[in-house]
């Protein structure tokens, strides 16, 4: 089974922190993506990455940068967290074969609440 | 720009009751099609795709969808409703033309399982 995990459950950090979500994926996937996700607007992508140290930006960016250096993780950061980015933040990967899309895997989510 | 629209916030039916989940996308060509399911606390579970072909397409857990071209919809099923059912799903569409691979989501649709 594909597995993805994120490095925290649920967070509590206060306005102005550098805030860094971890997420590592067991499958060797190319393709790996940052959502978050708020009641009433689904989830929306930040940024994701076509393979180590590629990375492009989603629909809602701005506030956030990504690091991608092994294949395996993907770090999204928050350089300056602000209490309108409380918010669940879901990782996904997928694998990418011959330009074929699959599905997506997520891991569990990060609950973040800024202070 | 592409969209996806899930019309129901919220549907509450009876446990042994069928199920029908609208999903309506927004774009010129047809798109990759998915549901997903989220558990409470819980990250995204894929319950079925559609690529191609067949247009009736069956997923875990008992679901169906099907999707129909001249209503640009991909409407999820369940003919009998089990009390585990209660989650959120989410449509979500991959566009191959725009050279990005991420996914787009609905807003989602709360499911409540009455006894």
């Known amino acids: 089974d594909v597995k993805v995990t994120q490095s925290s459950r649920y967070l509590v950090k206060r306005t102005g922190e550098k805030v860094f979500l971890e997420c590592v994926q067991d499958m060797d996937h190319e393709n790996m993506f940052w959502y978050r996700q708020d009641p009433g607007l689904g989830l929306r992508l930040i940024y994701f990455?076509?393979?180590?140290?590629?990375?492009e930006k989603g629909d809602i960016p701005e506030g956030y940068s990504v690091s991608r250096e092994k294949k395996e993780r993907f770090s999204l950061i928050l350089e300056s967290a602000s209490t309108n980015q409380t918010s669940m933040y879901l990782c996904?990967?997928?694998?990418?074969?011959?330009?074929?899309?699959?599905?997506?895997?997520f891991g569990p989510g990060t609950r973040l609440t800024v202070t | 720009a592409q969209s996806v629209t899930q019309p129901d916030i919220h549907i509450t039916v009876s446990e042994g009751a069928s199920l029908e989940l609208r999903c309506n996308y927004s774009y010129g060509a047809t798109p990759y099609l998915f549901w997903y399911v989220q558990s409470p606390g819980q990250g995204l579970q894929l319950l079925l795709k559609y690529f191609s072909g067949d247009t009736l397409v069956q997923g875990i857990k008992g679901f169906e969808a099907e999707f129909k071209r001249s209503q640009s919809s991909f409407n999820l099923r369940k003919p009998s409703v089990h009390w585990s059912d209660a989650a959120e799903y989410f449509c979500?569409?991959?566009?191959?033309?725009?050279?990005?691979?991420?996914?787009?989501f609905g807003s989602g649709t709360r499911l409540q399982v009455q006894p």
């Open positions: 990455s076509y393979d180590v140290k590629m990375k």
């Open positions: 979500a569409v991959a566009l191959m033309d725009t050279g990005r691979r991420a996914l787009t």
């Open positions: 996904a990967s997928r694998p990418l074969a011959g330009g074929l899309v699959y599905e997506q895997y």
